[in-house]
């Protein structure tokens, strides 16, 4: 909890929550929130609609492919399986970027994240012809782990960067 100073009632500027931080923490909270959204529409999707949409995005890099000369193809299973891993590598880094400017403890609320590397085969369940299957789950938490791990190195380069700048000495 904040204190305030004696004198006056107000928040000293020490006290106070950069603007900065506070931009970051919407940001990196809308992207992580619009994240778990997209993931959620994708996985209330019916097998047929999920498997027509995964047949359109197959056919475009496949066209994407040919065009610039190269005759391997994408199998619509490989890009179904990739979209997993995609996705949910962008939630994890999401969510370890809030996580961030929330807190400085990262290690301990880690398993937040992780958590949620799991509900997307639940959800399926649910869905019409759509179900649960091991090897996604698998999939999809090897994504959040590569997410948070990429988020991870990110915060290591700022860190480092911001050490670097700051030991500069001046001419």
Do not use: C
């Amino acid at each position: 909890m904040m204190q305030q100073n004696h004198t006056n009632g107000r928040l000293t500027d020490r006290e106070r929550t950069p603007v900065r931080l506070i931009v970051l923490r919407v940001l990196f909270t809308l992207f992580a929130a619009g994240t778990v959204v997209f993931i959620f529409f994708n996985s209330m999707q019916s097998g047929a609609a999920s498997g027509l949409r995964s047949a359109a995005v197959t056919q475009w890099l496949n066209g994407g492919l040919a065009r610039v000369g190269v005759g391997w193809r994408f199998s619509e299973r490989l890009v179904r399986k990739l979209g997993h891993f995609s996705e949910y590598a962008l939630l994890g880094f999401w969510l370890m970027l809030s996580l961030r400017v929330y807190t400085r403890r990262i290690l301990s609320y880690i398993s937040w994240p992780l958590f949620f590397g799991l509900l997307d085969e639940g959800i399926q369940m649910f869905a019409d012809g759509r179900g649960s299957d091991v090897r996604d789950v698998v999939i999809d938490f090897s994504g959040v782990v590569f997410g948070l791990l990429a988020a991870l190195f990110l915060l290591l380069l700022v860190r480092m960067f911001h050490v670097l700048r700051e030991s500069k000495t001046p001419l």
